[in-house]
C-alpha cells in the first residue's frame, strides 16, 4: 500500500495533468503560481491552496509564518476559534511543510488562480483553546466545508487590483457564521495603518488595534512605498454585511513570527442555505499607498462595495 504523503503527491500530480496547472518552485518548496503587472502570487500543498506568497514591486506582502497566516478564507460559528474551518490548515501543522486541510484541485490559468479545498478546523477534536477558553467543538479533524477560490491580477482597469472571489459550501445549518472573507497576514515591516472611506476616498491614520470599523483597512510600510488593502465587494443577498478588522502582533518570538493582519469580515445570524454555495468577491489593492487609495476608491465607486 502507498503511505498517505505518497497517495496525497500521486493525487496532486493527476489533479495538475487533468487542469493542466502551472508548477514553479520558489524557495524550494512546489507551488502554483499567476503573474502580472509586477505582482506575483502563489499557493502551496503546504497550505492546501491558500495563497502564502504574494509580491508587489519584489516586495512579499504575506506573511506564512504558520498555517493561520496567509491569505485566505476561515470560517466560525458561534463557538468561535472552536469551530473553525481554516483553509491553510490548523494550529496543530504549526509553521511545518504539511497542511491538514485536503487540496481537491488547483488550477493556474494565465492570470487566474482557482483551488477547490477543504479546510481543517483549526482545533483537533477535544482540543483546548486557551485564547477562546473552550474546547474544540468539532468532531472531526477535516470539515466538510468546501472552498472554491478565484484569484485574478488586474481587475476594473487597475493592473494592481487583485480580485478575490470563492465559493463556500456550507454543509451543515448555522444560525451564526463569521467569514473572514478574506484576511491577509503581512510581514511585521508593515505596521501603519490606515481606514479608507469607499464614499468619499478619505484615508485616515488609525492603530494597530485590535479593531472592528466600518472602513476597510490599509496596512503600509513606514514610507507608503508599498501597501495592500481590501473590502468585500459582493456577499451573500441574504445578508449584506461587511465589516473590517485590523491587528498588530509585533513581539511574537523567533524570526519572522511577528505579523500585522487586516481582514474583511462577513457576518451572519440568517442560517445560510445547505444545498447551494454561498459567494463573496473581494477586492484587494497592492502599490504604494496612494496607489492603493485610489485603486479601491475607484473601483469600488465604479464597481459597487457591501455597505
Known amino acids: 500500500f502507498l503511505k498517505a504523503s505518497m497517495m496525497r503527491a500521486v493525487y496532486l500530480f493527476?489533479?495538475?495533468?487533468?487542469?493542466?496547472?502551472?508548477?514553479?518552485?520558489?524557495?524550494?518548496?512546489?507551488?502554483?503560481c499567476i503573474s502580472g503587472n509586477d505582482i506575483d502570487i502563489?499557493?502551496?500543498?503546504?497550505?492546501?491552496?491558500?495563497?502564502?506568497?504574494?509580491t508587489w514591486n519584489g516586495v512579499q506582502m504575506i506573511n506564512a509564518f504558520d498555517h493561520g497566516?496567509?491569505?485566505?478564507?476561515?470560517?466560525?460559528?458561534?463557538?468561535?476559534?472552536?469551530?473553525?474551518?481554516?483553509?491553510?490548515?490548523?494550529?496543530?501543522?504549526?509553521?511545518?511543510?504539511?497542511?491538514?486541510?485536503?487540496?481537491?484541485?488547483?488550477?493556474?490559468?494565465?492570470?487566474v488562480l482557482r483551488t477547490t479545498?477543504?479546510?481543517?478546523?483549526?482545533?483537533?477534536?477535544?482540543?483546548?483553546?486557551?485564547?477562546?477558553n473552550c474546547h474544540a467543538a468539532n468532531t472531526a479533524i477535516v470539515s466538510s466545508y468546501v472552498i472554491d477560490k478565484a484569484v485574478t491580477i488586474g481587475y476594473a482597469g487597475f493592473p494592481n487590483a487583485i480580485l478575490f472571489q470563492f465559493d463556500v459550501h456550507v454543509p451543515e445549518v448555522q444560525n451564526y457564521l463569521q467569514i473572514e472573507s478574506p484576511t491577509g497576514y503581512m510581514p511585521i515591516e508593515f505596521s501603519s495603518f490606515y481606514n479608507i472611506n469607499l464614499t468619499t476616498g478619505a484615508v485616515s491614520p488609525t492603530n494597530g488595534g485590535p479593531g472592528e470599523t466600518p472602513n476597510p483597512v490599509i496596512i503600509a510600510n513606514s514610507n507608503g512605498t508599498a501597501a495592500m488593502g481590501a473590502y468585500i465587494q459582493s456577499a451573500p443577498a441574504f445578508s449584506q454585511y461587511a465589516?473590517?478588522?485590523?491587528?498588530?502582533?509585533?513581539n511574537l518570538p523567533g524570526p519572522g513570527d511577528s505579523t500585522s493582519?487586516?481582514?474583511?469580515?462577513?457576518?451572519?445570524?440568517?442560517?445560510?442555505?445547505t444545498n447551494q454555495p454561498i459567494s463573496f468577491a473581494s477586492v484587494i489593492c497592492v502599490g504604494s499607498l496612494a496607489d492603493v487609495q485610489k485603486c479601491m476608491f475607484s473601483i469600488a465607486q465604479s464597481n459597487g462595495y457591501v455597505r
Open 261 to 273: 493582519k487586516w481582514s474583511n469580515v462577513w457576518r451572519t445570524n440568517t442560517a445560510p442555505p
Open 42 to 54: 502563489c499557493a502551496s500543498p503546504r497550505t492546501a491552496g491558500a495563497v502564502d506568497y504574494l
Open 69 to 111: 497566516r496567509e491569505l485566505q478564507i476561515a470560517i466560525v460559528n458561534a463557538s468561535g476559534e472552536c469551530y473553525n474551518p481554516t483553509e491553510a490548515g490548523s494550529s496543530n501543522d504549526s509553521s511545518g511543510s504539511k497542511t491538514s486541510s485536503l487540496l481537491l484541485g488547483v488550477n493556474t490559468a494565465g492570470n
Open 14 to 32: 493527476l489533479v495538475c495533468v487533468l487542469l493542466a496547472c502551472n508548477t514553479y518552485t520558489v524557495q524550494g518548496q512546489e507551488q502554483w
Open 117 to 132: 479545498s477543504r479546510p481543517a478546523f483549526w482545533m483537533q477534536p477535544g482540543q483546548y483553546d486557551p485564547n477562546g
Open 243 to 250: 465589516s473590517y478588522a485590523r491587528f498588530t502582533f509585533p
